[in-house]
């Protein structure tokens, strides 16, 4: 299964073309990658990373939004006023029953409408409403009345550009990151992060109200960073040149144009550091950068991350070729002006493919992995090892899944989706036993090695497909206490829901990146007899529309 464009958390062999889900992607995409996992290669497609079926669905709140807008496919944000150009107005401040106002279906694209923003829709553009029509308009801030431009008619919705902000919101700001409005990483900069963290409970309130029927949700506060800044750990960035120098960046939309992401605002600044200083090395030693179009070069994409627990840097470079030129010299002078890099890697992709990594990884200097630490539990990630891009909000994220599973020591608790294993080791200690079922053999490995490392003995993995693994161990009698899921944007596959719903778990805890997904997937179990005790959203990408979510259910009907 591949990856898609943006991100968000998943991948746990991150190996595919994506927005750098700073900001996600994400929506990230999950399966593969959370929001922000994306960078790189090829030219951004519209909707490229629109998921299929169910998830295509569940990724538009309200009959509404297309994905694919060029934010959510991380390309150039339309967000900006743009100067006034002809058009039709078609219903002056959008009343709608206003004198020459036409019915939404009239409208054309380049007509001209004024609407009063209502919300934030969940791919970050402002929500409003032309003659009951959704309208979804990027840049716009709800209780702000907007012109717009229409760029889209469908059926269900209309899209618009904004052209002017009439009545302007006391939660707009001038986005603080220079890459802001060419980068599309990001789609909430605009906002005060206040006004995000709003916004983000109110796209989960909607969602349940939606696709669950919930309008009385039993809603945390969203848990929010004291910093939103800098908080991304990895970068993915595509090599290119400009003149003689050598550049790092992003693809625009649908286009082989490279957009230069330097001083990314999210990006931890370890990362910005070493992609900078990479970039000259590269340029002083004239190595040659990979060409997409005549397929000629080195050099196509620099990957840096960073350990939160040791501000240690590992560095991969992925190249076209075998060889490296000059590899002897590259390293010298990284080691000399980056003494935080501890590993530096070259990946060897040849494909034309958009997957980001190849098959091949050599260490030319340094560990075959980086140290990483999450409270107690220790990661060793190999270059292609997926980790959770923001740290600190994982941190709180699974402490809010600690929480729901309530464990005494006595349970079988069941991690599916468990990528490296990361929510599994977390529970283990405070479990008797855990059993974590991932797709990716790589992940499974990582997951193994990771509890080695950590001296966890009482945690197993299994590599296979969640909604087949599980219902067999159901079949065989095994009944676990706790399940705790935490799958792709696209949700859970159903005969994994009816698994759950015959093992009857006692709690079952959904952790998700994506709200429509969970509140159908919720839905599901509701109806089967489970209860819905609380919603923890969390934000895991601040500056980005995307928002995770920890839900606890519990089994209210007989033990199985
Ligand atoms: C959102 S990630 C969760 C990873 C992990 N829980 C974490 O917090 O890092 C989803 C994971 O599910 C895996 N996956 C996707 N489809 C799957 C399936 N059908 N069965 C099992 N795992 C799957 C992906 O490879 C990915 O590692």
Known sequence: MKERLHPGKGANIQNKTKRDSRGANPQGSRQGGKPGEASARGPRKAGAHDLRGYASQGSRQAGEAPRGSAQDSGGFRGSKPQPRREGREAAPHGKAASQGARHADELQAGDRIVVTIKRIGINGEGVGYYKRKAVFINGAIPDEVVKAKVTKVNPGYLTAELIEVEKKSPFRQAPPCPVYDVCGGCQLQHMTYEAQLKAKEEIVRESFQRYAGLSELPLRPILGMDDPWGYRNKAQLQAGLAGESVITGLYAADSHKLVDVSGCAVQHPGVNEAIDRVKTILSELRIPIYNERTREGAVRTIVARVGQATGHV???????????????????????????????????NKSKSPLIFGDKTTVLWGKERLEEELGDVKFSLSPRAFFQLNPEQTVKLYNSVREAASLTGNELVVDAYCGTGTIGLWLAPHAREVRGIELIPEAVQDARDNARASGIDNARFVEGRAEQVLPEWVRNGIRPDVVVVDPPRTGCELPLLHAIAEAKPKRLVYVSCNPATLAKDCNVLLNEGYRLEWVQPVDMFPQTSHVECVILMEWRGEPN
């Not at 076209?320 to 530096?344: F, G, H, K, W, Y």
């Open 314 to 348: 590992q560095l991969t470079l992925i190249t076209a070729t075998d060889r490296l030129p000059d590899s002897r010299q590259l390293v010298n002078r990284i080691r000399e002006r980056l003494p935080m890099v501890v590993t530096i890697a070259q990946n060897v």
